[in-house]
């Protein structure tokens, strides 16, 4: 038996409207990497706040060592010996990988011996980095590299991991699961939190699953299937998207020899873009982030205005567009970032919905705005996507990422485009969210729209796209036909090995 490092009981927590833990209880034991499982809303977040002094339950105990554990504030759970890599990077891009490090620490130390703990830790631990390198300048993948480094100098006893792989190549994923193999063989405990079960399968020792706030089960990830896991998670059997067989239309949206300075000081400029999408086809673009996928969803919706002839939409040139202009031709995005770019953070649905739907769904007249249709309309997307919610009178920033992901996606697809630019559909999305959204894509081109997925997830990619494209650098690959492409030479062109794409077309 494993002796037992934290232990929780009877966690409860509510907010109005909605019971986000109710009386949960497991254990994770020294040495033990434990997977929490659960769909968007189940209360993954809350709980592992909890653990790390950021929310306090209303009831409920937690033990660790053996002595009670109630933090007060995220300080005194990393004194006790708690770290936390989030999802959403906390990093200032100006500054380089020490001085993020430093203001990290209570007491740090002089620059000069923590540049040399940070190359001890991170060679040590097979996640090499140099500690005077700008962030701006880093990877998505050496970025997260920061923010375990960090965690590790506290020479911490519980890890809490939410979604680690989401922004990595396959290659990288296998270097950051042997670092975690390694910190779990000496005594280190991992709470790991991903929606990808293969993964959980390949790495856990023991997953407990939250559904709708509650602990509903356990299992030993290795002696589950994922659809197993799946159906644990949302109480039924999981849908498989399904492929309707569809003619490809004239060509939708082209872009030719298109390059775009990013906006961005620590952007990616696009280099000489080349791209076509038919009607009825799905185009699949993967890439590492920070390669220029922000700069190309902005040059299609028309954040980023190029030369008119450089993108061009039925034959018509619209690249001096603005996005209002491009969606009243049909042109529909939804970028990367939920709370900011994609919905307004502290506005509620309704007026989210109205954000982007006003010229497609008739919500406004004479320049006043149609509260009622607007209301209907977020009622529409709430209902059709199952976005768990109490009504559309919340603000965004209320749900959680996955449903609010939901809410995104669904309020695009509902306006019938002629083609939809999507960069990371299912990104913090539970598998039976990521499949309804996968399936909505499929019905949308099997409709005859044009539809660009852009995204880190390599099999939901390969389970949608007609053809694959790579970004790197701000260079698009040849693009391919995503049929017979395996998940290594996609990893592979996503890292920037340009000639294997070129030996492939």
């Given at each position: 038996?494993?002796?037992?490092?934290?232990?929780?009981?009877?966690?409860?927590?509510?907010?109005?409207?909605?019971?986000?833990?109710?009386?949960?209880?497991?254990?994770?034991?020294?040495?033990?990497?434990?997977?929490?499982?659960?769909?968007?809303?189940?209360?993954?977040?809350?709980?592992?706040?909890?653990?790390?002094?950021?929310?306090?339950?209303?009831?409920?105990?937690?033990?660790?060592?053996?002595?009670?554990?109630?933090?007060?504030?995220?300080?005194?759970?990393?004194?006790?010996?708690?770290?936390?890599?989030?999802?959403?990077?906390?990093?200032?891009?100006?500054?380089?990988?020490?001085?993020?490090?430093?203001?990290?620490?209570?007491?740090?130390?002089?620059?000069?011996?923590?540049?040399?703990?940070?190359?001890?830790?991170?060679?040590?631990?097979?996640?090499?980095?140099?500690?005077?390198?700008?962030?701006?300048?880093?990877?998505?993948?050496?970025?997260?590299?920061?923010?375990?480094?960090?965690?590790?100098?506290?020479?911490?006893?519980?890890?809490?991991?939410?979604?680690?792989?989401?922004?990595?190549?396959?290659?990288?994923?296998?270097?950051?699961?042997?670092?975690?193999?390694?910190?779990?063989?000496?005594?280190?405990?991992?709470?790991?939190?991903?929606?990808?079960?293969?993964?959980?399968?390949?790495?856990?020792?023991?997953?407990?699953?939250?559904?709708?706030?509650?602990?509903?089960?356990?299992?030993?990830?290795?002696?589950?299937?994922?659809?197993?896991?799946?159906?644990?998670?949302?109480?039924?059997?999981?849908?498989?998207?399904?492929?309707?067989?569809?003619?490809?239309?004239?060509?939708?949206?082209?872009?030719?020899?298109?390059?775009?300075?990013?906006?961005?000081?620590?952007?990616?400029?696009?280099?000489?873009?080349?791209?076509?999408?038919?009607?009825?086809?799905?185009?699949?673009?993967?890439?590492?982030?920070?390669?220029?996928?922000?700069?190309?969803?902005?040059?299609?919706?028309?954040?980023?205005?190029?030369?008119?002839?450089?993108?061009?939409?039925?034959?018509?040139?619209?690249?001096?567009?603005?996005?209002?202009?491009?969606?009243?031709?049909?042109?529909?995005?939804?970028?990367?970032?939920?709370?900011?770019?994609?919905?307004?953070?502290?506005?509620?649905?309704?007026?989210?919905?109205?954000?982007?739907?006003?010229?497609?769904?008739?919500?406004?007249?004479?320049?006043?705005?149609?509260?009622?249709?607007?209301?209907?309309?977020?009622?529409?997307?709430?209902?059709?996507?199952?976005?768990?919610?109490?009504?559309?009178?919340?603000?965004?920033?209320?749900?959680?990422?996955?449903?609010?992901?939901?809410?995104?996606?669904?309020?695009?697809?509902?306006?019938?485009?002629?083609?939809l630019v999507v960069n990371q559909p299912t990104w913090g999305v539970d598998a039976s969210a990521a499949s309804a959204i996968r399936q909505a894509i499929l019905d949308l081109a099997a409709g005859g729209?044009?539809?660009?997925?852009?995204?880190?997830?390599?099999?939901?990619?390969?389970?949608?796209?007609?053809?694959?494209?790579?970004?790197?650098?701000?260079?698009?690959?040849t693009p391919r036909d995503a049929a017979g492409l395996t998940v290594e030479e996609i990893g592979l062109m996503m890292g920037g090995a340009h000639g294997m794409e070129v030996a492939h077309v």
């Open positions: 038996m494993t002796e037992t490092l934290l232990s929780l009981r009877g966690l409860t927590k509510a907010y109005p409207g909605v019971v986000a833990n109710s009386n949960v209880s497991f254990d994770i034991g020294v040495g033990e990497i434990h997977a929490l499982l659960g769909e968007n809303g189940a209360g993954k977040s809350t709980l592992v706040k909890m653990i790390y002094g950021l929310v306090k339950p209303d009831s409920g105990t937690m033990v660790l060592r053996g002595k009670p554990f109630a933090p007060a504030e995220p300080r005194s759970a990393r004194a006790d010996g708690i770290a936390m890599v989030f999802q959403h990077f906390s990093l200032f891009d100006a500054l380089n990988v020490a001085e993020n490090i430093a203001l990290g620490m209570e007491t740090p130390p002089p620059m000069r011996d923590l540049a040399r703990r940070i190359r001890e830790v991170s060679e040590a631990y097979g996640l090499p980095l140099d500690p005077f390198r700008t962030v701006g300048d880093l990877s998505a993948g050496e970025r997260q590299r920061v923010e375990i480094i960090r965690c590790l100098l506290q020479d911490p006893k519980l890890l809490i991991m939410d979604e680690p792989t989401s922004v990595l190549t396959p290659q990288e994923v296998q270097i950051l699961f042997e670092t975690l193999r390694k910190l779990s063989s000496e005594g280190t405990a991992i709470l790991y939190i991903s929606h990808k079960l293969e993964e959980i399968r390949s790495l856990c020792d023991h997953a407990t699953v939250l559904r709708l706030g509650k602990n509903v089960g356990e299992c030993v990830p290795r002696e589950t299937s994922a659809s197993e896991m799946a159906e644990l998670m949302v109480g039924s059997a999981l849908k498989t998207p399904q492929r309707a067989g569809r003619e490809l239309g004239e060509v939708a949206l082209d872009i030719s020899g298109l390059s775009a300075a990013s906006p961005s000081a620590f952007g990616t400029a696009l280099k000489n873009v080349h791209l076509t999408v038919r009607k009825g086809e799905v185009l699949g673009i993967g890439g590492v982030a920070g390669n220029g996928q922000d700069e190309l969803l902005g040059v299609l919706s028309g954040e980023i205005l190029t030369a008119p002839d450089a993108v061009r939409l039925d034959g018509a040139p619209v690249g001096q567009m603005g996005p209002t202009a491009r969606r009243k031709l049909g042109l529909l995005t939804a970028p990367e970032e939920r709370l900011g770019h994609s919905a307004a953070p502290d506005m509620s649905l309704t007026e989210n919905a109205m954000l982007t739907g006003s010229v497609r769904e008739n919500l406004e007249r004479n320049g006043f705005l149609k509260w009622g249709a607007a209301e209907d309309f977020a009622r529409r997307i709430i209902e059709a996507f199952d976005v768990r919610t109490p009504g559309p009178d919340n603000a965004a920033r209320s749900l959680s990422g996955g449903n609010l992901q939901k809410f995104v996606i669904g309020r695009e697809v509902l306006q019938k485009p002629q083609v729209a044009a539809v660009v997925c852009i995204s880190q997830d390599l099999d939901e990619l390969m389970e949608i796209s007609d053809r694959f494209a790579a970004l790197n650098e701000g260079r698009l690959s």
